[in-house]
């Protein structure tokens, strides 16, 4: 179950103390993989004890005040640096305390929210207001991305400098590029002095405006409308280009094609601070597994070739991908069941990605445990500037998932999320999150 805020009624709730017993550690911040008991007072890692030393230090902890871990892994807090949490103005289909509990059942401590809400995110005085709500209604840390353009709309810059100074974490108009590489060129700059990374949706609108399929077999058979990886791969070179002008620390998101892997890896070979994320979904998923014209697969970027998604996993086992993103996107029933041409583009994520990469990746061997662990929690930790979270160092919040890696379960048709339009309903994973601590406190329990 999850735990809304306000109701600790899970482990660790009164005391303040906690033990982790028996799992196995996976902590990629300290190169640590190993049998340790973790011990958590006062919402901080305390510290990383191995099995015998802990009975000794630790007595006597009343039996709510331990989690048995045994046959599990304990990591870092995961980390979404892509969610789509849609308060204020789609609250149909989300809302900050929701998306917050389906983070919790993933395995999500921390997540960050997407500017493209209606209205957008490009001032303070919202950024304030959400970050207030977000506080009061959400049970795992939320942090706001603050949009680049105001309205999102690619004419005039937002107050950059004001909306770091008010906590944004990043600088996007995630949902679309900036389309005026003068206007990316300044967003870039200020993001920069800001000391903020500038995260870019990479898709250039002109070459996407045939569609949302990808520009392959399976959706010309399908007659589709189409839109081909040179809408991603151009402006991720774009601005590969432009953050060398810079100096501003870019992220791609939702990184799709092949060539813009080749992209990333070029600019990485040139010493630049480039990172870019991939999707669950577009690592697990090609153009032949959309069903018909189930628009729950319909996707922005489009599930490409099988090629590309083999791509994806090689570049994310050798670094050339830094992290997986959710790039949760919830959407009312209604509005997915308009079908294929008229239905939003998006799926939701954070309740079965963990799993969907270990079922895919970890398990097949394609992925290590420890480059899972760093592209879901440490690496965006680093990325967002985030001190005190993605490790489990004693000192370090504690933010942390205990995973059954092996557990098998099929993903219910309903979901933590307020929406259910997801491409893994009905699917069998193997790999299952059984308990969630954010500072300490448990906030999701099976
Ligand atoms: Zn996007």
Redesign the pocket.
């Known amino acids: 179950m999850t735990w809304p805020k306000g109701e600790g009624a899970g482990p660790g709730a009164e005391t303040g103390s906690l033990l982790i017993r028996g799992g196995l550690v996976i902590d990629p911040s300290q190169n640590l993989e190993a049998r340790r008991d973790v011990l958590i007072e006062g919402g901080k890692i305390r510290a990383l004890l191995k099995p015998s030393a802990a009975k000794a230090r630790v007595t006597p902890l009343r039996r709510n005040d331990e989690i048995d871990a045994t046959g599990c892994w304990v990591v870092p807090g995961l980390i979404d640096m ?1 969610v789509h949490a849609r308060e204020p103005g789609g609250e149909a289909a989300e809302t900050l305390a929701t998306a917050a509990q389906a983070a919790a059942a993933g395995g999500f401590t921390t997540i960050l929210a997407m500017p493209n809400t209606e209205p957008a995110l490009d001032t303070p005085a919202l950024l304030e207001l959400l970050k207030a709500k977000a506080e009061r209604d959400a049970c795992v840390n939320v942090l706001f991305a603050a949009a680049a353009t105001l309205g999102r709309q690619g004419q005039r810059l937002s107050d950059i400098a004001r909306l770091a100074a008010a906590g944004a974490k990043a600088i996007t108009d ?2 679309r590029a900036v389309a005026d590489a003068a206007l990316a060129r300044r967003a870039m700059e200020w993001a920069a002095d800001c000391g903020l990374v500038f995260i870019e ?1 990479c898709e250039d609108a002109g070459l996407s405006r045939g569609g949302l399929a990808h520009e392959g077999p399976a959706a010309l058979k399908k007659g589709l409308g189409m839109t081909p990886w040179a809408a991603e791969t151009s402006i991720a070179l774009r601005d590969i280009a432009l953050a060398e002008l810079t100096g501003c620390r870019l992220h791609l ?2 990184v799709s094609a092949r060539q813009s892997v080749q992209a990333l890896a070029w600019a990485k070979e040139r010493g630049l601070t480039v990172s870019g994320e991939v999707t669950p979904h577009h690592l697990a998923l090609c153009e032949d597994d959309v069903p018909g014209q189930d628009a729950n697969f319909k996707i ?1 970027p489009p599930l490409r070739g099988k090629e590309d998604r083999d791509a994806l996993a090689t570049a994310l086992q050798d670094g050339t991908l830094d992290a997986v993103a959710t ?1 949760h996107a919830p959407h009312a029933d209604r509005a997915k069941a308009a079908g294929w041409d008229q239905a939003p583009p998006g799926v939701i994520g954070l309740e079965t990605a963990a799993a969907v990469v270990l079922t895919k990746l970890v398990h097949r061997g394609k992925l290590s445990k420890k480059r899972f662990i760093e592209s879901l929690s440490s690496f965006p930790a680093k990325l967002l500037n985030l001190k005190s979270k993605g490790s489990l160092k004693p000192g370090m919040d504690a933010d942390a998932a205990v995973i059954a890696p092996t557990k098998l379960w099929t993903v219910p048709e309903t979901f933590v999320s307020k929406s259910r339009n997801s491409p893994f309903a009905g699917a069998r994973l193997k790999g299952q999150v059984r308990f969630t601590l954010v500072g300490g406190r448990v906030v999701h329990a099976l």
């Open positions: 892509h995630d949902g949706h998101a939702h922005n790039d």
